[in-house]
């Protein structure tokens, strides 16, 4: 089945620093990609998306590109600040047997930034 | 905009009793979705409406979880009798309409901000 892994946390940096949270993904056909960002006490949001092979997803000076030959999605960000502190999900969109298509989420990784 | 509303934010109970939890999606979305979301896992889903239909209820444990959204708008979630296991966080979210994968595009879903249940 459809399945995503990410790194465990919680990811300590201080501010500034370079983050990277790896993601990768098992799937049958083209899944779309996506990540989602949890700020304490709040819902999940939509960071940033990809649908197709070496599309680059990106929002808020997050990036994360969808390689289909290492099957990953990995996050990126080239200068962290204290309020990116928060949970940061990798899923997968993919087509499950009703016909109907569905989220499928990793564990979640916390990212812990520092002054 | 307002965003997706849910109620309680929290609720504690002890095990064998029922509970249920209230959602209210966006204004003209037609999908809505019931997630379960244990502690240090990511969100798993249990149910899926399509206006007032239920279009992927595979994961939804029957034998003691239910929803409704009867009118195509706000959904309930019950559970009865609640086990340990149950304590999670409930998300409930919300689309414009449901996603049509041959078309590779993305109707984003908009989460509410949970609701936690503690099982004692």
């Known amino acids: 089945g459809n399945s995503v892994t990410q790194m465990e946390g919680p990811v300590t940096l201080s501010e500034e620093a370079f983050l990277t949270i790896n993601c990768t993904y098992t799937?049958?056909?083209?899944?779309?990609l996506f990540w989602y960002v949890q700020y304490p006490g709040e819902g999940l949001q939509l960071l940033l998306k990809a649908t197709k092979a070496d599309d680059k997803g990106s929002n808020k000076g997050f990036e994360a590109t969808y390689r289909k030959e290492t099957t990953s999605f990995h996050l990126e960000k080239g200068s962290v600040q204290v309020s990116d502190s928060a949970v940061y999900f990798c899923?997968?969109?993919?087509?499950?047997?009703?016909?109907?298509?569905?989220?499928?989420f990793g564990k979640g990784t916390m990212l812990l930034v520092s002054p | 905009e307002a965003g997706v509303a849910q109620s309680p934010r929290y609720k504690i109970i002890e095990k064998r009793q029922s509970v249920a939890f209230w959602c209210n999606p966006i204004?003209?979305?037609?999908?809505l979705y019931w997630y379960q979301q244990i502690l240090g896992q990511g969100p798993k889903l249990l149910i899926q409406f399509q206006n007032n239909g239920v279009v992927d209820d595979s994961q939804l444990p029957k034998d003691r979880f239910s929803a409704e959204r009867l009118k195509g708008v706000d959904s309930t979630l019950k559970i009865q009798p609640a086990k340990l296991e149950d304590s999670a966080v409930y998300l409930c979210?919300?689309?414009?309409?449901?996603?049509?994968?041959?078309?590779?595009?993305?109707?984003?879903?908009?989460f509410g901000p949970g609701t936690r249940l503690t099982v004692l």
């Open positions: 899923a997968l969109r993919s087509l499950r047997e009703s016909g109907y298509s569905t989220l499928t």
């Open positions: 799937a049958t056909g083209y899944p779309s």
């Open positions: 204004s003209g979305h037609a999908t």
């Open positions: 979210a919300s689309s414009f309409r449901l996603a049509e994968p041959r078309l590779r595009s993305y109707n984003e879903q908009f």
